[in-house]
């Protein structure tokens, strides 16, 4: 059974900075391209970030490039969010999401139960 | 970037009655759509990708159908655990891949 778990949301100021992790397991980490999305309160879903298995590619949301970076640990199963600069618009959930294959060029076909970032003063 | 437009934005149906939600691509974007069942306070859940293929569990309540620009969702006969928010996502062309902005089913 695939399982996604976050990790590392919080009350930030804003200007700081934060990393959210998800630990991944139930199938083969490095084979699947692993993406963050996000939700604010009562909106809809945004996508931030991708990064690609084996090649480590990485693409992001124009919202979110420049201050933040995705990054991963095929031998911990592990994904990433490096989250700086951050601001009150970045406050959401951010959900962990396993792409169907390699690439996005699929959907988010496993998420996780995601983790609340609040950016405030 | 490519625009997803859902309607309606809430839709009210009587218990085993049909509910069909609409989604429209602002670009063609072949058959490359996911839809997304997300009930309160849980994480979202693929129902259908590639336009028209139930993702695994999901039962033969849900169908999908369309291609190019114009997609829809139907719910044959809606129970009551179908009360949720639908999202559609396109992956034929980004970054960024893009979400609709959600259709509330709700029971009449």
């Known amino acids: 059974e695939v399982q996604l778990l976050e990790s590392g949301g919080d009350l930030v100021q804003p200007g700081g900075s934060l990393r959210l992790t998800c630990a991944a397991s139930?199938?083969?980490?490095?084979?699947?391209?692993m993406s963050w999305v996000r939700q604010a309160p009562g909106k809809g879903l945004q996508w931030v970030s991708v990064?690609?298995?084996?090649?480590?590619?990485?693409y992001y949301a124009d919202s979110v490039k420049g201050r933040f970076t995705i990054s991963r640990d095929n031998s911990k199963t592990t994904l990433y969010l490096q989250m700086s600069s951050l601001r009150a618009e970045d406050t959401a959930v951010y959900y962990c999401?396993?792409?169907?294959?390699?690439?996005?060029?699929?959907?988010?076909?496993?998420w996780g139960q995601g983790t609340l970032v609040t950016v405030s003063s | 970037e490519i625009v997803m437009t859902q309607s309606p934005a809430t839709l009210s149906v009587s218990p085993g009655e049909r509910a069909t939600l609409s989604c429209r691509a602002g670009?063609?974007?072949?058959?490359?759509l996911a839809w997304y069942q997300q009930k309160p306070g849980q994480a979202p859940r693929l129902l259908i990708y590639?336009?028209?293929t139930r993702a695994t569990g999901i039962p033969a309540s849900f169908s999908g159908s369309g291609s190019g620009t114009e997609f829809t969702l139907t719910i044959t006969s809606l129970q009551s655990e179908d009360i949720a928010v639908y999202y559609c996502?396109?992956?034929?062309?980004?970054?960024?891949?893009?979400f609709g902005q959600g259709t509330k089913v709700e029971i009449k």
């Open positions: 999401t396993r792409c169907r294959g390699a690439d996005c060029y699929s959907p988010f076909e496993n």
């Open positions: 139930g199938f083969t980490f490095s084979n699947y391209a």
């Open positions: 990064i690609y298995g084996g090649t480590g590619q990485t």
């Open positions: 670009q063609s974007i072949s058959t490359k």
């Open positions: 590639d336009a028209s």
């Open positions: 996502q396109q992956y034929y062309r980004w970054p960024p891949l893009t």
